[in-house]
């Protein structure tokens, strides 16, 4: 049996509802989940509940967008914390959610400059809980007919170089590991396959967060070829960093409990999690 550590809900920018998710983990045969929601823990309960009716182990999870400086670039890292305690982090999750807020009415005000007014009904969100992103943003701007596709979207608009875009005023990655690790939790890297990294600056990278409380890094992950996160996972032992895997699914197409190349995401992921947070 295989698990999946990293996995989106309705509550940011999955089409799934948890109970959904857990149904398909379900029918995966999964034998551990994670739901780790960008910037939100809003639907934790909500897929414990039936993952455990469904006798599948759950992991608290969350994801936040963080910044490092890497070689005096300033680089965007994806945070993926684990096991911490709710009621501790929620306080840092209303600030987190103010900043994406007010980071999405910038992006509003941006596009108004060039004549665009996009509301929040034009993004058809899947739930009244879901978190606004750049997709959302592009989705609509595709469907009023400002661009072709989703790509041209946010190429022409929304990312660096687009006439609307605004840099997102994301957190240190020093501040998310701290407020993980005082709520109890593991602070894991996501996806380094995703960074456009060089191998010595992956391996610099995490060096260097390591000093600044990084537990583990995800090795399995669908943008990890088998050749990449055996690359990774080799890195993990060598430093004494947890392994963990995700399919980093947002919903319908994604394979559960695989990374790239259909690599399975083992359980033994799960066991060290669990015996690091009991050892810290």
């Known amino acids: 049996m295989s698990i999946d550590l990293h996995m989106h809900s309705v509550y940011s920018d999955g089409v799934w509802t948890p109970a959904e998710l857990v149904k ?7 034998s551990a989940i994670a739901l780790t929601d960008h910037d939100t823990i809003a639907g934790l309960q909500e897929t414990r509940v039936p993952a455990e009716l469904a006798g599948i182990r759950f992991v608290n999870g969350v994801e936040i967008n963080s910044h490092y400086y890497l070689n005096n670039k300033k680089r965007n890292i994806h945070v993926l914390g ?3 305690d709710p009621e501790k982090l929620e306080p840092y999750m209303r600030q987190l959610k103010e900043v994406r807020d007010e980071h999405n009415e910038a992006i509003r005000r941006a596009l108004r400059v060039h004549g665009i007014e996009i509301s929040y009904e034009d993004m058809n969100l899947p739930s009244e809980h879901s978190m606004v992103n750049r997709l959302y943003f592009a989705e609509a701007l595709v469907r009023k007919g400002y661009a072709e596709n989703v790509k041209e979207a946010l190429a022409k608009y ?10 997102g005023n994301y957190p240190p990655f020093s501040e998310v590991a701290e407020k993980i690790k005082e709520s109890g939790g593991l602070v894991v890297l996501a996806h380094p396959g995703e960074s456009s990294l060089t191998d010595e600056e992956a391996e610099r990278l995490l060096d260097e967060l390591v000093f600044q409380g990084l537990d583990g890094v995800e090795c399995i992950h669908p943008s990890h070829s088998n050749e990449y996160a055996a690359k990774v996972i080799k890195w993990a ?3 004494g960093l947890l392994m963990t895997g995700g399919s980093d699914s947002h919903g319908a197409g994604t394979a559960l409990g695989c990374g790239g190349d259909g690599m399975k995401i083992p359980e033994n992921f799960y066991d060290e999690l669990l015996l690091r947070k009991k050892t810290n």
């Open 237 to 239: 032992k060598e430093k």
């Open 158 to 167: 929304l990312r660096k170089g687009g006439i609307a875009y605004v840099e």
């Open 24 to 30: 398909s983990a379900k029918e995966k045969q999964l």
């Open 82 to 84: 684990y096991l911490f």
